[in-house]
């Protein structure tokens, strides 16, 4: 059998550190005749290299004087250097224990920059580069080989390093942290082959053997993202200046979100006319997310595709087509563009919430506890926005001036106020105060503005200020789908219901995926119940409650349509199901909405819905 690293045979004598073992017999051999099975913890580095089999059809012979070599000026000495204790090659791959992840790290990294020396200068395709990855945990172990699922963790989290490039599990980040300099990204979970938790992984950051020669940026602690050049396809000179202008009006819609990092159009059309590496991109800008996309004509007609991939991954997010009519570029550039940044932001969002959920919690940075936060809101529930308001308060703690964070928090007091979860004078106070620090501390931010007038209308705030709080906001940033539905509560409030309706449906069509979609329907069903649509409104209303069944404004506005409908039995049944009782917090709707007519068909609904016969 040919072997990548050559080792002596099994039974030869005793392991030396950095001597390259094969195993004769299968671990489920051993297992099975229980030849002294002995467990112990141990840093287990598992390497291959990569493209191997590649290498070895193009030149195999050389491939192997090659890597012999290697072993000898590189894998030998820096082995030996650091207590590695059992290793064994085969094919290519090398597997190795440390009994200290101190140890296994710095061996990975010095092997990694020196592989990548033995590189400089060589054509890309005669490279022989390693992928790394590294695990600690309780390996079984015999006097010749190791085995286990820890042992399978660091050959997995190897296959998903890059060629160059080491990848540890969360296991190994936590022994080593603070004990090496070391700068990593984090991948998140990671679902293993064969392995039946998913493993927390991260990549190490090492500028020796970033595959553009030049060092991995630091990201941002917000979403960070750069929209490439799109591809003409058809080469169509008109066609390219619609490409390059509309990449530009992307990027510009989106860089009106305050909450994302976007990098500029200059940066990154650098790449333009070239094949890229979606991670190098990412490594290159410092950005986390990447979008990418083509321009085809057909015709008049225009078919734009764009998708955005999470650039420590290569991990595709979204994809979608457009097509338009060539009558008016620029309208159609506009249109588009907006379309984009609007599904792209709160995609980010929800993204780096996941992101943010899946970190411990003792390792979140004030921007995760925003994050966190925001999340807990979503549900409208009391124990949710308990948890919700304890995440902003810290967040807040370490940045008193977070505009979003303090917004966000003033959003959670209201929701106590609106809801009866406390005292409504304390609740109130809470509310008001930190919505004045929010627009103190960001004024110009649209997100925590909006958010802001959200809070002040759960507060009963007159609406024409928050009309032009909201308006003023979305004036700076037109694709913001979460502007939009608060708009739409606020018009519905204030009675305008078919603009509210039509500021629903905005929201909805820039947000599609439908991340707040029991919003829509809750307030679009309202809208329909003023305007005695009642069939209508209560569909809307029925499929919020699948959506969101803890929500309560849906709850409210149900029982009542059910009492106008006449079916005052169902009425007053879903009443007592959901809580609704008489004299109830409902009453508080009287203070929230501003035309008096709507107002009382609401109220006089719920009280027919709270009779008792």
């Given at each position: ?195 039946s938790e998913p493993v927390r992984a991260w990549r190490v950051r090492l500028g020796a053997h970033n595959p553009a020669g030049s060092p991995a940026l630091a990201l941002p602690d917000k979403p960070s993202i750069a929209v490439l050049p799109f591809q003409n396809v058809g080469g169509d000179p008109e066609q390219e200046y619609f490409a390059d202008g509309l990449v530009e009006d992307i990027t510009i819609a989106l860089a009106r979100f305050k909450s994302l990092f976007v990098i500029a159009r200059n940066s ?346």
């Amino acid at each position: 059998m040919k072997s990548g690293f050559h080792s002596p045979a099994h039974g030869s004598g005793p392991a030396k550190p950095g001597v390259l073992l094969c195993s004769e017999r299968s671990q489920g051999q051993r297992i099975l005749a229980g030849e002294g099975i002995q467990r112990r913890l141990a840093a287990v580095l598992a390497a291959d290299v990569a493209g191997y089999g590649r290498l070895m059809n193009v030149d195999e012979e050389g491939t192997l004087a090659r890597l012999r070599e290697l072993k000898k000026v590189v894998a030998d000495p820096v082995l030996a250097a650091h207590r590695s204790r059992t290793v064994k090659a085969r094919s290519g791959r090398l597997l190795v224990e440390f009994a200290s992840a101190v140890e296994a790290f710095r061996s990975a990294t010095e092997l990694q920059c020196a592989m990548a020396e033995q590189n400089a200068g060589a054509a890309r395709d005669r490279r022989i580069e390693l992928r790394i990855g590294i695990h600690v945990g309780e390996i079984i172990f015999d006097e010749s080989d190791i085995f286990g699922d820890n042992v399978n963790i660091a050959t997995r989290l190897e296959r998903i390093a890059e060629p160059g490039g080491i990848c540890m599990s969360e296991a190994a980040w936590r022994e080593i942290r603070g004990k090496v300099d070391i700068a990593c990204d984090d991948l998140g979970p990671q679902l293993l082959k064969n392995i039946s938790e998913p493993v927390r992984a991260w990549r190490v950051r090492l500028g020796a053997h970033n595959p553009a020669g030049s060092p991995a940026l630091a990201l941002p602690d917000k979403p960070s993202i750069a929209v490439l050049p799109f591809q003409n396809v058809g080469g169509d000179p008109e066609q390219e200046y619609f490409a390059d202008g509309l990449v530009e009006d992307i990027t510009i819609a989106l860089a009106r979100f305050k909450s994302l990092f976007v990098i500029a159009r200059n940066s990154a059309f650098t790449y333009k006319g070239r094949a890229v590496d979606i991670k190098q991109v990412g490594r290159e800008l410092g950005v986390r997310y990447v979008m990418e996309g083509s321009v085809r004509k057909a015709g008049a007609r225009l078919r734009i595709a764009g998708e955005l991939i999470d650039a420590s991954t290569g991990a595709n997010l979204w994809a979608d087509k457009f097509d338009g009519v060539l009558e008016d570029v620029f309208e159609l550039q506009d249109n588009i563009a907006s379309r984009v940044a609007g599904l792209i932001d709160p995609l980010l969002l929800d993204t780096e919430i996941k992101r943010a959920r899946e970190r411990p919690v003792p390792d979140l940075t004030t921007y995760d506890l925003y994050l966190r936060g925001l999340n807990l809101i979503r549900p409208w529930a009391r124990n949710s926005v308990a948890d919700a308001t304890a995440f902003l308060e810290q967040a807040i703690e370490r940045d008193p001036h977070f505009g979003p964070a303090l917004a966000s928090l003033a959003l959670c007091h209201a929701q106590n106020f609106l809801n009866g979860w406390g005292d409504a004078a304390v609740e109130s106070e809470k509310a008001r105060v930190l919505a004045r620090r929010a627009r103190d501390a960001a004024p110009n931010d649209p997100m925590t503005i909006i958010s802001v007038a959200g809070a002040l209308l759960n507060l009963g705030e007159d609406t024409h200020l928050l009309k032009r709080m909201v308006d003023g906001a979305l004036a700076r940033n037109p694709s913001h789908a979460i502007g939009w539905m608060w708009s739409g509560w606020i018009r519905t409030v204030s009675g305008e219901s078919e603009l509210a309706i039509e500021h629903f449906e905005i929201s909805q069509r820039l947000d599609p995926r439908a991340s707040r979609r029991a919003f829509h329907l809750t307030g679009m069903g309202i809208c329909r119940f003023w305007q005695r649509r009642f069939d209508q409104a209560a569909s809307l209303l029925e499929e919020s409650l699948d959506e969101l069944p803890s929500y309560a404004m849906t709850k409210w506005a149900l029982a009542a349509c059910y009492a106008h409908m006449g079916r005052l039995d169902e009425a007053r049944d879903f009443a007592a199901r959901h809580g609704i009782v008489p004299g109830g917090q409902w009453l508080k709707i009287g203070s929230l909405y501003g035309d008096p007519e709507q107002r009382e068909m609401t109220l006089s609904g719920l009280r027919l819905a709270t009779e008792r016969s």
